[in-house]
């Protein structure tokens, strides 16, 4: 197998394997054994669900999650440069978008090593894909702010972006928040916006919904304590 750094998708929740991940996938990961992986415990167990005989033991990690020292990242790369193919993984969806492994990818793109994404699920891509909300220019911003005044001067903002230039605007909160972040998009954004709430996507808990602030206002939201969601709203 060609020597590069393969960019290993996995899924966004408890969804089988070979509903949302190519067979070419898996070739590619039985031919590497050098990892870096934002938490192990969760990559060995995507490895073992990827293939039951994965020799796991006779593989090597780094990790690249919160904690991990940024000054080792590059020395992450070093089988690569001694010719063996090493794999990124996130602990959901795609390393380096909206997760970590971007960094690593850096150094290797300013080494000139190969590169290579595999084909997978990513929440934003699918979250816009059914909003119904326009792909033709969007922005994911991240994690808003926690204090409720700043986040609502925050979403204002958003809003005013995508009244002005029509473009799609996307962010997430943590689980247990999305009620509050819900509550504050009922009170802070025009009636007229149009918000897709796109949570679980592709597990049985999915649920994705495109109303006007109006008319969310006049729903109940499901329970999304524990599920992670996207929001996007647009004129």
């Known amino acids: 197998m060609e020597p590069a750094l393969y960019l290993i998708p996995v899924t966004l929740g408890n969804t089988p394997i070979e509903h949302v991940l190519p067979s ?3 070739d590619v990961i039985m031919g590497i054994r050098h990892f870096i992986v934002e938490d192990i415990r969760s990559a060995r167990r995507f490895l073992r669900q990827t293939d039951k005989v994965f020799p ?3 593989s090597t990690f780094f990790e690249m999650g919160k904690h991990a020292d940024e000054r080792l990242f590059s020395s992450y790369l070093q089988p690569l440069r001694n010719g063996l193919p090493v794999g990124i993984i996130s ?4 390393p380096a978008v909206a997760d970590p ?3 690593i990818v850096g150094i290797a793109q300013r080494e000139g090593l190969p590169v290579v994404p595999l084909v997978g699920p990513n929440s934003m891509i699918l979250a816009v894909m059914s909003s119904g909300l326009g792909g033709q220019s ?3 911003c991240g994690y808003l702010p926690v204090e409720p005044s700043d986040r609502a001067k925050r979403l204002r903002q958003l809003e005013t972006r995508a009244w002005t230039e029509g473009q799609t605007q996307l962010f997430i909160e943590t689980p ?3 009620q ?4 504050s998009l009922l009170s802070t954004l025009r009636p007229q916006t149009r918000l897709c709430i796109a949570a679980g996507i592709t597990t049985p808990d999915q649920f994705i919904r495109t109303l006007s602030i109006a008319q969310w206002q006049k729903q109940r939201l499901p329970d999304l304590s524990k599920v992670p969601a996207i929001f996007l709203i647009n004129k």
């Open 24 to 26: 070419f996938n898996h």
């Open 56 to 58: 796991i033991d006779d």
């Open 91 to 94: 602990e959901a969806g795609c």
């Open 101 to 103: 492994g971007a960094d």
């Open 138 to 140: 969007f922005a994911f």
């Open 176 to 178: 247990y928040r999305n």
């Open 180 to 183: 509050k972040m819900f509550q």
